[in-house]
């Protein structure tokens, strides 16, 4: 948000610099959370390609298609 403002000629006043940094604060842990969970979905889908779980694998029909 800094960038926007600060970038172009506009003053920012300190109400807005300290918005800026509450929310910065308040999304960095969310951030972080989602970077671990996609580290944690990469991790069981390399897992899973390794053990030869994927249908291409073993040949075997979509789960859409009737048995």
């Not at 926007?4 to 918005?19: H, Y």
């Not at 969310?30 to 390794?50: C, M, P, S």
Request: no cysteine; aromatic share 8%; proline share 1%.
């Amino acid at each position: 948000m800094k960038d926007r403002f600060l970038g172009k000629g506009f003053v920012v006043s300190g109400g807005t610099a300290a918005l800026d940094s509450v929310v910065e604060r308040k999304f960095k842990k969310k951030e972080e959370l989602i970077g671990k969970n996609l580290a944690v979905v990469k991790a069981a889908w390399d897992f899973a390609v390794e053990q030869g779980w994927s249908s291409q694998d073993k040949g075997v029909a979509s789960a859409a298609a009737p048995v």
